[in-house]
């Protein structure tokens, strides 16, 4: 008697390779979406889903039934998105891994501070290599909507996104485009353009010329804060754009204005001023002698490469000669009060027939003659140099409700407005306006 015995022998090659298509991020989730074609063997049982990891080697995730060709991870860590896909047969073989590994493009971003920019990196999709037709950058201000920024194509991996914002956070990511029109998306990357805590010193310690073309030096810096790299600049160089001007227009004044964070290692050009220090105000004086009285907290902060915010209209032919910080306390007072400028309290010099800046919106506005007497000019220019005794009602008034109005306009635009300066003022002289005199007493130092 002959006893059979069935005996079940693994085929000896492994199944065929299942393709993965892509390896994409989405981001309302953040979940890593992970599609593959299936085997083209008909006796597939499983199919094994591998992550690479921290020590570049890949580790079993999932096993799927053979009717599964994609799945979403929802991983906590979004760097390193390199995954894999394996088939099994009936007999336990298993597919090698062969070229099917896809990695998602990886984004990082820096602030550069003395360029003013942020600089985008990323790296390649591993798995589409040759069959790419390009990248594009989307970015945006942190919960903004993304506008694309550029498209690039598939050689290149950086991108400098200047005239950034001071103090703000920008988030980007990177699409790949397949050439067969397929895209992954890169997860997102923020970054805040913070200026850091400046060194406690920095010196030159000596320079000394090697020959012709080379010049050795020698720097001292403190590096235990956050700045842990600098940049050498010749005195004849370029330097750093401070403000962007407008054609025909030039630079009047410089004032360093006081303030909290980095508003201290601001200059302020011209007009332009930083919110942080509130109570002080600006004394702008135009060469016809016009003088019109700022409140600094109105006048928003603006980045270099900006062209800052219109605050004066000046007449024809007229410009900004002076711009003076004022302390915000003990500056003069008129018999007659004044119902216009940016803050009031405007002091100017009319001729015959003139009138000073009204409305409540920031105008000098043009007088009836061509330029000011003599006298009416040294009038300001003094009014000017030498403030003296206690603010005006109407500054008084303004100082008083120029936050409570800013924010009923705001509300009045659904919140999500933007409230200018010049609509503050305007509803600031409308309402001094409708006050009666005795009304207007009260506000009197």
Known sequence: MVLLIPLQLKAQDPPDIPDLIRVTVDHSDNGVLIQWEPSMDNDIEFYHLYKMNAQQSFVLLFTFDPYTFEY???????????YAVTAEDSTGNESLFGQNVHRAVSVSSDFDLCELS?????????????????????????GDAFLLLDFV??????????????????????????????????????????FPEAPSYITVDYISVIDESNIELQFSADINGP??????????????????????????????VPGGGSSERRA?????????????????GTATGVML???????????????????????????????????????GETDDEEEGGVGGGVVSSSSAGGRSGGGGNGVARKRS???PSKSSTAAATAAAAAPAGRKTSYMNFCDSLRERVRAELLEGAGGGGVVKMTDV?????????????AEKAKYKQ
Request: charged letters at 20%; a neutral charge; aromatic letters at 6%.
């Open 153 to 194: 194509q598939a050689s290149t991996t950086s991108f400098t996104h200047i005239q950034v914002e001071v103090d703000t956070t920008y988030v980007y990511y990177v699409e790949t485009i397949h050439k067969s029109g397929i895209t992954s998306n890169s997860s997102i990357d923020s970054v805040t353009s913070i």
């Open 72 to 82: 979403k991870h929802m991983t906590s860590g979004l760097k390193n998105l390199a």
């Open 293 to 331: 009285r700022l409140a600094q907290a109105d006048i928003p902060a603006s980045s270099r490469a900006a062209k800052g915010v219109g605050v004066v209209r000046l007449g024809q032919g007229d410009t900004v000669a002076t711009v003076t910080a004022m302390s915000g306390e003990g500056e």
């Open 425 to 437: 003022s305007k509803e600031l002289g409308r309402r001094w306006r409708e006050l009666s005199e």
């Open 268 to 284: 302020i050009a011209a007009a332009a001023a930083s919110s942080s220090s509130g109570s002080r105000d600006l004394l702008v």
């Open 227 to 256: 700045v842990k790299s600098f940049r050498v600049m010749r005195r004849n160089c370029a330097g750093v754009r401070a403000i962007k001007l407008a054609d025909g227009d030039e630079l009047a004044a410089l004032l360093p």
């Open 118 to 142: 942020n600089e985008v990196q990323w790296t390649g999709y591993e798995g589409w290599e040759g069959d790419i037709s390009g990248y594009k950058l989307y970015g945006a201000l942190a």
């Open 369 to 371: 003659s061509s330029s």
